[in-house]
């Protein structure tokens, strides 16, 4: 079986927000697909500090590469040896490449079973006032100007026309950076939320305003996850 095991949006997150199943689904298995091995290691230790790990067997899944060097992960899933497939934040397979592995899974006939857990852009979503009802979660933004700028009057043209908020991250050292472009290029009326250390016990930040409100209003982003909603 591959377990979908979400992880923490921050470590500072109190242990009992989540349901005490993950930590035994972590102790089923010392398998693990992941994205990073430092951040893995901490979020299994979160969860089962009792886990040993010299015995974990960590298996990179590389987004730029469907195969990312996983024939042998994939030889044990499919000769019946359990895994569990972490994200760095939240629920697996979003933002992320684990659903490399989902889709083997089903290619190979070998039950996937998802976790409940965190999800970013949809705690996000709840918290912003924006329409709930229809929406567009749109990963990360393009890193180049031009092709930024472009993107973003895309997604606000399809916010005024559709009403479907639009939903989307950034690496968090250029948090500040995509702020300043949203207020740079976003009409003055368009509502932008800002949601940012979810979860955090003490520092969690959410707030909705126009973006001409944004514009007399800098947040202090700079590396701190942060999720970014436009609305109507």
């Keep these: ?3 979908l095991i979400p992880a923490y949006l921050s470590p500072e997150t109190p242990k009992n927000y989540f349901a005490p199943i993950i930590s035994e689904y972590i102790l089923k298995t010392d398998y693990f697909f992941v994205e990073n091995e430092k951040a893995a290691r901490k979020i299994i230790k979160y969860f089962c500090p009792e886990k040993i790990q010299a015995e974990l067997k960590l298996f990179i899944v590389d987004k730029y590469s469907e195969k990312s060097d996983l024939e042998e992960a994939q030889k044990l899933l499919k000769s019946g040896v359990d895994f569990g497939l972490l994200s760095d934040a939240g629920l697996p397979c979003i933002g992320d490449p684990g659903n490399i592995m989902v ?7 070998i039950k996937v079973i998802p976790i409940n857990g965190p999800s970013s852009f949809v705690l ?9 009802q229809e929406f567009t979660f749109n990963g990360y933004l ?18 005024q026309k559709s009403g479907f908020t639009q939903i989307f991250m950034e690496t968090p050292y250029r948090n ?3 702020f300043d472009d949203l207020c740079k290029y976003l009409s003055p009326q368009t509502k932008l939320c800002i949601a940012a250390n979810i979860n955090h016990p003490t520092n969690e930040y959410i707030k909705t305003l126009m ?22």
Excluded at 103 to 109: L, R, Y
Excluded at 124 to 132: D, M, P
Excluded at 144 to 159: P, Q, S, T, Y
Aim: glycine fraction near 6%; hydrophobic fraction near 40%.
């Design 103 to 109: 889709e083997f899974c089903h290619q190979n006939n």
């Design 142 to 159: 393009p890193i180049e100007k031009g092709e930024r700028k472009a993107k973003i009057n895309l997604l606000e043209n399809l916010v």
């Design 176 to 178: 500040l950076s995509l």
């Design 211 to 232: 973006v001409k409100n944004w514009k007399k209003e800098k947040p202090n982003l700079h590396k701190i996850p942060t999720v970014f909603l436009i609305g109507k």
């Design 1 to 3: 079986m591959l377990f």
């Design 124 to 132: 996000a979503l709840i918290a912003s006032g924006l329409n709930g």
